[in-house]
């Protein structure tokens, strides 16, 4: 995303031009021209197309009869869209809140010269190799109360220790976050440690010299000069979270009930089971308006840093 | 970094102590649910039914193991999961090379050749990488239906190139620039064109690239549940969805290590790139965000 634009053009001008050197000449942009053409009509075109969708009668098949922004005031009117609305709110702020916290213990802890990082790396990140239904599987089997960890605690003698929150519809959206931040905490510790490994050890040094603590150091310098990966994790664990799909179906299925419903489960079930294509196109263009909301402001401060230098 | 703690006073020493304990523990709890899923797919199923999660098993047996590849029932069919390990294959393979390819040439037809309206495209084709997909999903599958793709595996290669491309082309803009200007502008004095200088000279030093490249593609086409879920046909279901019908599928018994087992099957492919080539494996993740 740094647009790179101090290089020198090469080529092209002060030479004679053959019908040979014509084609040369396009031919790179006859190579980037299928692919442009692809993202106009398989992401722009189709956007526009969920829109016209959104603002159109459409149920089980899709159809033309304009009803205006009808299917909107349906959805915000709709109980189970306002509990995956909130459900994605909630669900999307521990999740984030929870990697970045876990994750930035984790890179500062192993930036402390420890023996076998590297192992204790791949142990923490391996979760993120795996399909989020794997996830979803062996959580589901995990959170059982009947076999899983509540068992398992009372088989050790803690007869009255309950964790059921699977099968219960006012935490089972808490199950989802655990699975979810096992998955990508490893990743944002991976996303810390980076950074802290850009950071200039002569700034450590100076700082102890002036008789600052470890928290200290830590707290005052190191932690503002994350700032820019602070962003980059926040902007892309916001993003997972408005795309989680596969978690929900895996784990929970929306339930109880549709207790842990997500706006892109809660599309899936209009648009293709439940027969309601207009409404479940306007909830896939709230949820593209999400994307943008926390897109935009990123993409802004991007280029404005770049900017300034 | 942090090498203040070269005092080994026994506090020092204390603070060492509980830093490795912490972390250890923090790897156990990663390793547990792969533990677990070993462990579960190993045993019997009176065992499991009798509790003890982590208990090993009394007598190691593969019976799951072999249910779940050949004869576990996945939904209306009783056929495993070998069939659609053999589709994810059949998508991920051409999927991957495909979007691979494309992206290294845009790459450097972008970076290297850097015509009027350059950027504007790079900027055009990068969205690619945030819209959520259930924007696309609808008219993706009218799309399909009109060009007779529709449940076939064919369709799920053109869906995972066509979202593909904003990745890979991401991955390799942003290493050609890095690239020197002066070896392509010699080349070309040579008179080496636009694909002798693409053959002859990027290609030769694109392996790290590729190899993220490759390594990203196939961890998101493998993993990918919500177009195979969408778009696939009975025949054409990529492994993810075959997991998910098989856990739900709610006829007789159920068999927990028959689930274990099939989901071990369905991530093995993406663990063992990891393992392999973990260090690409990071680098793909943090290409669009560290590096930007």
Not at chain 1, 180 to 192: E, I, R, Y
Request: glycine share 8%.
């Amino acid at each position: 995303m740094s647009p790179h634009v101090s290089s020198p053009r090469v080529g092209g001008k002060g030479r004679r031009r053959s019908l040979a050197g014509q084609v040369e000449r396009f031919l790179p942009r006859l190579v980037v021209a299928p692919s442009l053409a692809v993202a106009l009509f398989f992401v722009y075109g189709y956007m526009l197309w969920t829109f016209v969708l959104s603002l159109t009668d459409s149920r089980m098949l899709p159809q033309y009869d304009f009803v205006g922004f009808a299917q909107y005031a349906r959805l915000f009117a709709n109980e189970r869209w306002n509990v995956a609305a909130t459900n994605l709110v909630v669900f999307g702020g521990l999740f984030i809140v929870s990697c970045l916290v876990i994750g930035l213990l984790l890179a500062i802890f192993l930036d402390q010269r420890i023996r076998q990082e590297g192992a204790l790396r791949t142990i923490y990140l391996y979760p993120m190799a795996l399909s989020l239904i794997v996830t979803g599987v062996v959580w589901r089997w995990l959170l059982n109360p009947g076999l899983g960890i509540q068992a398992l605690v009372r088989s050790w003698g803690f007869e009255d220790f309950t964790f059921n929150w699977l099968v219960d519809s006012d935490m089972a959206i808490y199950t989802l976050v655990i699975a979810a931040v096992w998955q990508a905490s490893g990743f944002v510790m991976a996303l810390f440690l980076a950074g802290l490994r850009g950071i200039d050890d002569s700034l450590f040094q100076a700082a102890a010299l002036d008789g600052a603590s470890l928290p200290r150091i830590y707290l005052r310098i190191v932690l503002p000069s994350l700032r820019p990966v602070v962003f980059s994790a926040v902007m892309i664990l916001a993003h997972i979270a408005i795309k989680s799909f596969d978690l929900v179906m895996a784990l929970t299925g929306g339930g109880p009930g549709y207790a842990t419903d997500l706006p892109a489960t809660f599309m899936y079930a209009h648009t293709f089971t439940r027969g309601q294509i207009g409404l479940g196109s306007a909830s896939a263009i709230m949820m593209l308006c999400g994307v943008l909301a926390i897109l935009v402001p990123y993409l802004y401060s991007e280029l404005r840093g770049q900017r300034n230098g | 970094m942090a090498n203040m703690v070269r005092r080994r006073s026994t506090s020092a020493r204390l603070w060492r102590f509980g830093l490795y304990a912490l972390l250890i523990v923090a790897a156990l709890v990663y390793l547990l649910p792969l533990v677990v899923m070993i462990l579960t797919s190993l045993k019997p199923l009176e065992e499991i039914r009798a509790g003890a999660l982590l208990s090993l098993p009394s007598t190691i047996s593969f019976e799951a193991w072999i249910k779940a590849w050949s004869t576990a029932c996945t939904g209306m069919r009783c056929n495993g999961m070998s069939g659609y390990f053999l589709n994810s294959i059949a998508i991920v393979v051409p999927a991957v090379a495909i979007s691979t390819f494309v992206g290294a040439l845009n790459g450097y037809a972008l970076t290297k050749w850097r015509f009027r309206g350059a950027n504007l495209c790079f900027a055009l084709l990068l969205f690619g990488c945030f819209v959520p997909f259930q924007v696309v999903l609808m008219p993706m599958a009218r799309t399909l239906g009109w060009l007779g793709m529709a449940s076939s595996t064919t369709g799920l290669v053109l869906v995972h190139v066509v979202y593909g491309i904003a990745f890979t082309t991401l991955f390799f803009r942003n290493y050609y620039v890095s690239v020197p200007d002066e070896m392509i502008a010699a080349a070309k004095l040579d008179g080496a064109g636009f694909w002798r200088i693409f053959w002859r000279i990027l290609l030769p030093v694109s392996g790290p690239i590729i190899t993220v490249s490759v390594i990203w593609q196939f961890t998101q086409i493998w993993n990918d549940f919500l177009f195979g879920v969408s778009f696939a046909g009975f025949d054409s279901q990529p492994v993810t969805v075959a997991l998910n019908n098989l856990v739900n599928t709610s006829t007789g018994v159920k068999e927990y290590n028959v689930d274990m087992a099939a989901a071990l099957i369905a991530a093995l492919p993406t663990l063992v790139v990891y393992v392999l080539a973990g260090k690409y494996f990071v680098r793909g993740l943090t290409a669009g965000s560290v590096k930007g």
